[in-house]
Structure formats: C-alpha cells, structure tokens
C-alpha cells in the first residue's frame, strides 16, 4: 500500500456487466486511487454526465478480480463528433475512496468480514520482539573465524481483548530468500501485523475503526503520527473455490491513501518512544481494553491531538486553539461535574426567578442554562493536578501560572479583543505553551485508561532530553 501502481482492465457496473469499459486504475498512497475510461458506464453519450457510483467493478489484464467502492466522478469529457467521419468515445475519470484487490460485490452490503490485519509503520520497533538470538548470532569463534551462524525461532503471538466479542493480536511472521543450487545470499525478515478478529461480521468501516482505534494508541506511543504499510481483510462470507471441494477465505488487499505518509521515513527505536510495549506489558490487556472501551467517549478530544501528531512541526494560532478545545472537551466527558450541586443550583435558579420581574426571565433562563459550567480555568486545573507526575510538574513549571496563560490566550485568539492582547501569549511562547498542553493532555490520556503515574513518569524522565528540553531547566 506504499508503493504506486497502475492497472490496465475493463470496468463494468455490477449491475449491468455486459457494458464493459476499458481503463486505467491509478494508486498514489498519498493522492489515493483515481479510474480513466475510455467510455461511459453508462453507454456512450455526448453529454456530460456527473453521477456518482457506489461500487465499480473491475477484472484486469491479469484476470484478478477488483471492487472500488465510494466513487465520485470528477470529470467527463464527451466524445468528439465529426461529419461522415467515426466519432471518438467520451472519457471519464473517478476518485475512488476503497481499492479491494481480490473480490467482486454486487453493492456495500456485501461489504463485511469479521477480520483485519495491518503491517503498522513502528510497530514491530514499539512492540521489540525479535526472534533472531542476537546473542549467538553472527558470534565468531575465533578458532572458526570462517563461520557464520544465524539462529531464528518465531516469536510466539501475543492476543488480548478489545471487547466481549472483538479479540486483538499482534501475528509475526518471518519471510525467507529462495533456495537455488548455488547459494550466495540468505535473508531471512520478520514483521509483525496487528489484527482485529470479531465473533461477528462487521462492515468495513467498523473495522477500519478498530483498526485506527489502534492507530491512534501507537501515535501517542510514538509521539509522532502513524500508518498502515497494509491492510488485509477477511471473512466467512469471501472464500474461493480450490477445485478439490475444500474453500479458503479470500484474503482482500485493502487501498487507501494517507496524507501522512512519507516515503524512506526512519522508524523510532524504543528509547525515542514516550513508551513501548515492554514498558507496560504487564498492564497491556486492561489498558489496551480500556483505550478501546472509552475510545467513543473521547474520541473527539484524542482527535484534536493526533492531529497534531499528522501536522508534523507545522504550527499555528489553531494548532493551540485545537489543543485547548481537546482539555476543555476531555474534562467535561470524564468529569462530569458542575460549579455547584445540581440541586442547589436548581433551587438557587428557582429563587432567582421568584424574585425577578417576568421581563427579565428569558434573558434569566439564558444565563442560568450555562451558568453552572465550569470554565476553561477550572477545568486546566483539575487536569493539572489530577494527572500530574514528577516530570509534568517540572516541564508545566508554575501551573497557575501556566493554567492563567492558556486562559488568557485562548480567550484573546477566539475573540481578538483588546482587552485580552497583552496578556495573551504569542510566536514561539505560545508554541512553548502549546507543547506543554499537549504533553498534559497526552499524559491525561495514558492515565485515565490505566498507566501507572510513576511509570510514565520514568519513561518521560528517559525522553526529557528529545522531546521537553526546551520546556523546562533540567
């Protein structure tokens, strides 16, 4: 799924595979998958028409069968007509948002399995399990300085639990180089995949939310964005025939593009890591269980930090904003609480009213509807000191001061008011100030789904100098 490829074949509608048009099948795992026909799916016409096709279906030069799903035609171009002469074919081009490789459907509703496996980028690095013996391996003896031994036993999968009917794995695999009569050269590779299997079938796009759902545990693990190198789909309901009366599943090869990826990019070894798997294996099954039970709830403010994950070192006046709007949504879906009891807020409201003119009971009702929310600054507070750890301390620094700082800039850059100009922080004391939210939140998030304080707090310790040396005097 990294690498470009163009595709020759005919392309017809499931529901009309008489009509087959030639074409070409472009991937870019950056700007996606686009179709150019030579023709019309639906017959040749003169006049442009913009409609859009939820399923094409495609055989190639190859004979392998493809499915391209959600597809929007962003151009036509009709045939040219010349007197007593033959007239050409109109020509139109789809974006496709799903390439799967190996399977035909008649519409969306066959589009279901109960398995997805993915070749993450870092993660065999996050997990570290090798099965090469890098103690014996290439050990020379000095009495046989002409042998070399390389010794290899596959790892043992590892499975836990995302939910009562969905199991995670991490599968290794090993591939090896050919045997030939003259041997030269011997490699022998191992990956890992992270797979999703369900009791159940689900469709595609649930899948792909478990599978991302993960994505996003290992983006705050590496600190740093993440993507599928491949994605492979499966179910009981896709199998082949092998001509012996025996039926295997189908395994699918899923397309998709990813703006974050970068060709040749270096992956992380565990010490650049804000943690690995060996630093919380131990507590791996109830956090990674966790992550997955609150996912939903807190999804929107995790959205708002990867993001900042995917931009890279891009930043900007939005880029604190978002992270501000992440701590503010976080709080009030985990702690569910109000300025004052709800029922004495209630009573108070109803006194209010009692002794106040009718005229003013609307614009009353409206401030009493918001009234007992709790601000940005108490919010930042409770953050600051519910998930504090020796190293946050140290890189947050004076947190009134720090939690005054947020407030006042994220008030001046959503009103620009000039009351709020001074003290609103700007250029790189705002970028200062936005690394140190997102560290807060990060931490946030690891503890609220069950890291140990202390741990994580070593773990920051060991990193300090890469990620927070500019945040805090060590």
Not at 18 to 30: C, M, Q
Not at 118 to 145: H, P, R, V, Y
Not at 283 to 300: A, G, H, Q, R, T
Not at 349 to 365: A, S, V
Request: hydrophobic content about 35%; glycine content about 6%; proline content about 2%.
């Amino acid at each position: 799924m990294t690498e470009r490829f163009k595709i020759t074949g005919e392309w017809f509608m499931p529901t009309n595979k008489e009509n087959r048009v030639y074409g070409i099948l472009s991937f870019d795992p950056i700007e996606g998958t686009e179709l150019e026909l030579y023709g019309s799916l639906l017959g040749d016409k003169f006049q442009p028409e913009f409609t859009n096709q939820e399923i094409i279906l495609g055989i190639t030069s190859n004979g392998e069968q493809i499915t391209l799903y959600s597809c929007t035609m962003t151009k036509f171009e009709g045939a040219a007509v010349f007197v007593k002469g033959e007239s050409g074919k109109p020509s139109t081009t789809y974006s496709v948002d799903y390439l799967l490789k190996g399977l035909h459907v008649q519409d969306s509703t066959e589009l279901v399995f109960n398995q997805i496996s993915s070749d993450l980028f870092n993660l065999g690095e996050w997990i570290g399990i090798s099965g090469f013996d890098q103690i014996n391996n290439f050990f020379i003896d000095t009495s046989k300085k002409d042998i070399t031994k390389i010794e290899y036993k596959l790892p043992e999968n590892i499975e836990f639990q995302i939910n009562n009917n969905t199991k995670g794995k991490f599968i290794f695999r090993v591939k090896q180089s050919d045997h030939t009569r003259y041997q030269k050269a011997v490699t022998v590779s191992q990956s890992v995949e992270f797979q999703v299997i369900s009791d159940n079938e689900k469709s595609m796009s649930e899948l792909l939310k478990d599978l991302f759902t993960f994505q996003g545990f290992l983006s705050l693990a590496l600190y740093k964005s993440t993507y599928p190198l491949s994605i492979t789909l499966s179910g009981e309901k896709h199998k082949r025939d092998c001509g012996n009366g025996e039926f295997y599943r189908k395994a699918i090869k899923l397309y998709l593009s990813f703006r974050n990826f970068k060709p040749n990019e270096k992956p992380k070894i565990d010490k650049e890591m804000i943690f690995s798997y060996w630093k919380i294996k131990s507590d791996f099954s109830s956090i990674i269980y966790n992550w997955y039970s609150k996912y939903e709830l807190l999804e929107p403010a995790f959205d708002l930090v990867f993001e900042q994950f995917y931009n890279g070192n891009s930043f900007s006046v939005n880029t604190f904003l978002n992270l501000a709007q992440s701590a503010e949504t976080f709080h009030a879906r985990v702690h569910n609480h109000t300025r004052i009891p709800r029922d004495q807020y209630k009573k108070m409201k109803e006194d209010i009213l009692k002794i106040t003119p009718n005229e003013y009971h609307t614009w009353l009702n409206d401030q009493f509807a918001f009234g007992n929310n709790l601000n940005l600054h108490s919010r930042l507070t409770e953050l600051a000191d519910k998930y504090s750890n020796i190293v946050l301390d140290k890189i947050l620094g004076e947190k009134s001061q720090f939690v005054l700082d947020v407030k006042n800039s994220r008030n001046y850059y959503t009103h620009y008011s000039k009351e709020g100009q001074k003290k609103a922080l700007k250029d790189v004391e705002l970028f200062y100030l936005s690394e140190k939210l997102k560290i807060l939140l990060v931490c946030s998030f690891l503890i609220e789904v069950g890291f140990d304080r202390d741990k994580l707090s070593k773990s920051l310790d060991s990193i300090k100098w890469k990620y927070f040396n500019h945040l805090a005097n060590w």
